[in-house]
């Protein structure tokens, strides 16, 4: 078992501590999508907007530095909002005029003539023409009315001009209108009088009495209008939302209430910890705001150490040879950074944003030492319970940098302030002067930008560069003999039936099938059709569109005919032979439908594609499938990834459903996904017989799926406080500019992390701070920005960077970073880089910090769970050696843990386990007059469980519920339903549900935890000798197997490295 290891020997795997790894592998060279310059962000390199903004349009204005004034579409709508510089105008949109959607333009440009014989001649009759609906006609459109000829046109679709120079209008910010890193203090007789509005407003609930995922939330959104007029102050909206008060009726008294200054409704699913949680991490959550605008300078820290030094537990050091047993028994809690209590409530949840290290290093030199990555973990998109929303003509931004106004700005008096990421002193608009919150004139520190670090505005028109996009649904449905055999079409087709009216949308929806086996088929769907028409297009080699205006339909106006199509696909192909798969011109198809809008591409695939382009060959070796070397991670063409990237730069995103028993060579098919911001599922041996528990998994995800929140041609930039700065991103987007996440889809269930280095020592300030912002367009058309924004403390000593870590973030970005390692080097390289990122660390700590050598492994108190996590990480799935794993869900499983958030990969990585034979009330929650049982979190070893118990590990997207061979007679009858251990069925899925207490606090146990995430655990009831059992065992991630260390051994083997 020492082949595991091989840290500290000499050339031994490491991360360098700023190494610009370039986030796009394969070097695929398109003039159109040209690959990012994997250069560091200098967040403050962008320069200001003229001081004389007169020759300038409105939208020049409102984005400070402009992009080139005429080029009507850029890259995206957007972007130039977000962003004042550097802008890629490569990919333009087709369409010659704003708002026009120009359906009739194909993609392609051809000859009429070749086109039309071209087109003619392709269009065949389907011979698997088991398409019998009544009456139903094969369609073959003459050619003479060939709708598509006379919409060719004969040149090609203007592309739009280069600007002349990507910052025109941009001259250099003012010199010594501030001084960087001065810290400006409030004058002395600046103070907010004003009485506080905390008493009327409703503390934000504890958040444990909210379930985290309430399917497809309907934000609660607290909106107000302000046009900036005091006289207008009626405006000020009054949102009352049912819904809010039935989800939560601890909340029912701010129901109808006009603007809760709160953050977001944080979600503490956890109750307080009472291990090694200091109980401020919950200030957050509450608390009125009655918000004196906190000196953001000198003392935003109190005396010593404020937080920590009142709990000593924080600055303990541990002996883990000794004290082994460091997993709290409730959920550990993020850490809680060091910033004064004022700033500190206003912070962001750590949910959405957070850094691994809550204490920000000073120099570069400083975060060299501590030998931990500085990263920050990101869920921008999620569903919250409460989000305020905010419509004002005016935006405020930085004028430099074009941060949004936050919290953590410093007003240095009512009509200026200094922006926290570059220190430019701005002005404060008038219209923001008046508080539409409290109607008073005069505090621009209460408005609600200013008191929430999570916020969400209504863009005006200045950020949109073509009318907001409707909301497009295109499904791609393999039909081969193989899909066919899945019986995966009935489920999807009636999940869809079922949930069609659930589609996120307004009037303008559209939606589109197509289908495809050896051969392409287009559904028209025109209103006015009797029932839907198949076209046939067999030259998978130069794909077109037959009847493009015809196939992307209205929902609303064809619905009749997209629920029969839906009721009769899953019969159309039943008889079908053909077992080729043609899937790359399926998607080449898909992708030029949907080029004139942008949208969704959701695409199921059951095999391995076999025809035209992007066919693919198996290239697994079932006998290497444990062994760390030499496995095909990488894409074996480029093919998905450059139309992933033609995709992106057409807002489309694809969504990958795989549902297949063989291998389907997932790090190739991936990368549609991937670089063009969807999502992969993946569901290794469906059968609707064969396997039903992954029907229902299906099932359920896509009801999910279907129906949760969607933002369309969305961009993501993140910035940060001058000094610092981002290089490395994970997660699915393209990278459009240096630092500007192309997002043609943006679901609330993604999420994000980066790698930052230290770029200009942080000496002259205290506190940092970062901010996330997302431009989208809502699936109601409305063009919106939701921006997040953390605040940090910066620190001079080792020691307190140490106490400041966040352990689960690290390992969270560790595993990001090893994903690449994995790919770009090999699997042995990146476990390797992990085991010495552990190493590296504590051994920074042992020669840095500790005075005096002490024997045994010390470890700060926040990395007491580091050597575990890491452990676990070399057990997940993605990292893993020694079993038999199959390559694509090894595959699915690095795919995961660059697109799930943190939470979830936490889980997968570190699984909980509870015993559940004596679930009680004691401490149970209660939410919606349901109890459920918070049973403690126990190790994973073994030695945790006994055979007189039933034990429930949750491993994410698994639930196993082992019971003992000598489990209590009540367990087996009050929950299970059975006699006696013998009867307990080999296969059982699903707990009944039973009339007696047990049975009901178990299931609401169960419940409660699928709840809390996007995805569908599957459960497996696990008897003693059932084969399930060695899953179960594999994720006893302390105790050791045939190819891994023991978490023992492995701290013995960090141990002896650090005192070497
Ligand atoms: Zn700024």
């Known amino acids: 078992s020492s082949t595991v290891l091989r840290a500290g020997t000499p050339g031994a795997v490491r991360w360098p501590p700023a190494v610009v790894v370039q986030l796009l592998v394969g070097g695929v060279s398109d003039p ?3 690959l990012p310059t994997p250069t560091r962000t200098v967040v403050m390199s962008q320069p200001g907007i003229p001081a004389s903004g007169g020759a300038l349009t409105g939208l020049q204005a409102q984005n400070g530095a402009a992009s080139a004034s005429g080029s009507v579409y850029t890259n995206g709508p957007v972007q130039n909002a977000l962003m004042s510089s550097q802008v890629s105008v490569n990919q333009g949109y087709n369409s010659q005029l704003p708002g026009s959607y120009p359906h009739l333009i194909p993609a392609k440009t051809l000859n009429p003539v070749s086109g039309q014989s071209n087109y003619g001649g392709s269009q065949t009759v389907s011979p698997l023409s088991n398409y019998q609906g009544p009456g139903q006609t094969l369609y073959r459109p003459p050619v003479a009315s060939n709708p598509v000829t006379s919409s060719l046109p004969s040149v090609p679709v203007p592309r739009m001009p280069l600007p002349t120079s990507q910052n025109p209008a941009a001259t250099p910010m003012p010199s010594g209108s501030f001084l960087p890193g001065a810290n400006i203090q409030p004058p002395l007789n600046w103070q907010y009088n004003y009485p506080s509005t905390g008493s009327q407003i409703n503390h934000c609930p504890r958040s444990s009495s909210q379930p985290t995922i309430s399917g497809n939330t309907n934000l609660t959104s607290h909106q107000y209008v302000s046009s900036g007029d005091p006289s207008l102050q009626n405006n000020l909206t009054k949102s009352a939302t049912p819904q809010y008060a039935n989800k939560n009726p601890t909340m029912s008294r701010s129901v109808g209430y006009s603007y809760p200054s709160l953050p977001p409704g944080y979600q503490n699913t956890a109750p307080p910890s009472t291990t ?26 109190t005396a010593s150490m404020s937080g920590l030094s009142l709990h000593p537990e924080g600055l303990r050091v541990i002996n883990l040879l000794q004290e082994r047993n460091m997993l709290p028994s409730t959920p550990l809690q993020p850490p809680v950074p060091n910033l004064h209590e004022d700033i500190q409530k206003l912070n962001c949840n750590p949910e959405l944003f957070r850094c691994t290290l809550t204490s920000i290093p000073q120099t570069q030199a400083l975060l060299n030492k501590a030998k931990l990555p500085l990263g920050l973990l990101l869920h921008p998109f999620k569903d919250l319970v409460q989000l305020p929303v905010v419509t004002s ?12 106004i936050n919290p953590f700005v410093n007003f240095l008096d009512q009509r200026r302030w200094k922006c926290n990421l570059c220190y430019r002193v701005n002005d404060v608009p008038e219209e923001f002067m008046y508080n539409p919150l409290t109607r008073v004139y005069g505090e621009p520190h209460r408005r609600p930008e200013v008191q929430n670090a999570t916020i969400e505005f209504m863009a005006p028109s200045e950020y949109m560069l073509r009318p907001p996009q409707p909301p497009v649904y295109l499904f791609v449905f393999d039909v081969s003999h193989n899909a066919v055999e899945t019986g995966y079409l009935n489920s999807v087709c009636q999940s869809l039936l079922d949930n069609l009216d659930l589609l996120p949308g307004n009037t303008r929806t559209k939606i589109g099938f197509i289908t495809f086996d050896s051969t392409i088929h287009f559904y028209s769907l025109q209103e ?15 794909v077109f569109i037959p009847m493009p205006e015809n196939l992307l339909v209205n929902l609303n106006e064809s619905k009749e005919l997209v629920q029969d199509l839906l009721k009769t696909l899953p019969q159309m192909f039943t008889k079908t032979l053909e077992t080729q798969s043609a899937l790359g011109p399926a998607l080449q198809a898909a992708f030029k439908l949907m080029s004139p809008t942008g949208g969704r591409m959701s695409v199921f695939q059951t095999q391995l594609p076999t025809l035209g382009v992007g066919a693919l060959r198996p290239r697994e070796e079932p006998n290497q499938r444990s062994s760390a070397k030499e496995i095909h991670l990488t894409p074996s063409t480029d093919f998905y990834k450059k139309l992933a990237l033609d995709c992106s730069g057409q807002q489309v995103a694809v969504d990958l459903f795989l549902l297949s028993g063989q291998y389907s060579d997932l790090a190739s098919l991936g990368c549609i996904s991937r670089y063009s911001a969807g999502s992969v599922y993946y569901y ?5 017989q064969q396997n039903p528990v992954q029907v229902q998994k299906l099932q359920k995800e896509l009801q999910r799926y279907l129906t949760r929140k969607i933002g369309f041609e969305a961009v993501m930039r993140i910035r940060c406080t001058k000094g610092l700065s981002i290089h490395t991103f994970h997660g699915n987007f393209f990278v459009r500019s240096t630092d500007l996440l192309s997002l043609p889809n943006v679901n609330p269930d993604a999420g994000y992390a980066v790698q930052m280095s230290v770029e200009e020592s942080l000496t002259d300030t205290q506190l940092v701070s970062f901010q996330s912002a997302l431009l989208y367009t809502s699936s109601k058309g409305e063009r919106r920005i939701r921006v997040h924004t953390l605040c940090l403390p910066v620190v001079s000593t080792l020691n307190e960077v140490f106490l400041g870590a966040d352990v689960q973030a690290i390992s ?7 994903v690449d390692r994995s790919v770009t080097a090999s699997l042995s390289d990146a476990r390797d880089a992990l085991v010495n990122a552990v190493i590296d660390s504590l051994s920074a700590y042992h020669s840095s910090v500790l005075s005096s050598q002490q024997p045994g492994l010390m470890v700060p108190f926040s990395l007491r769970l580091f050597p575990l996590f890491v452990l676990a990480l070399l057990k997940q799935k993605s990292f893993q050696t020694g079993t038999n794993a199959r390559l694509d869900e090894r595959i699915f499983a690095m795919c995961q843990v660059k697109n799930q958030p943190l939470v979830y990969l936490m889980l997968t990585t570190h699984p909980t386990l509870y015993r559940v034979d004596n679930l009680s009330d004691e401490g149970a929650l209660n939410i919606n007059d349901r109890t459920i049982p918070q049973p403690p979190i126990l190790q994973l070893s073994v030695e945790k469980l006994s055979r007189d118990g039933a034990f429930l590990m949750d491993a994410g997207s698994v639930l196993m519920l082992w019971v003992g061979k000598n489990c209590g007679q009540n367990f087996l009858s009050q929950v299970l339903g059975v006699q006696n251990y013998a009867l307990i069925p080999q296969t059982m899925t699903d707990l009944p549900e039973l009339d007696t207490p047990e049975s009901a606090r178990i299931i609401a146990f169960i419940s409660w935890l699928r709840e809390q995430r996007p995805f569908f655990p599957i459960l497996y009831v696990i008897r003693d000798e059932s084969p399930m059992k060695a899953n179960f065992l594999q994720n006893m991630v302390e105790d050791r197997t045939e190819s891994a260390l023991s978490y023992y051994e492995f701290l013995l083997h960090i141990q002896q490295q650090v005192n070497k």
Do not use: K, W
């Open 32 to 34: 159109d999508h040209p």
């Open 276 to 301: 090694g949680m200091p109980p401020s991490s919950l200030n957050y959550s509450s608390g009125p705001q009655g918000f004196t605008q906190t000196p953001l300078g000198a003392n935003h820290l």
């Open 393 to 404: 003509s005016t935006i405020v931004r930085c004028r430099s940098c074009r941060t949004y």
């Open 528 to 542: 006015g059709l009797s029932q839907p028409q198949m076209l046939i297009v067999s030259d998978i080699e130069d």
């Open 684 to 688: 290794p041996s469906y059968h609707h």
């Open 812 to 818: 969270g970005l560790l595993a990001n970073m090893a």
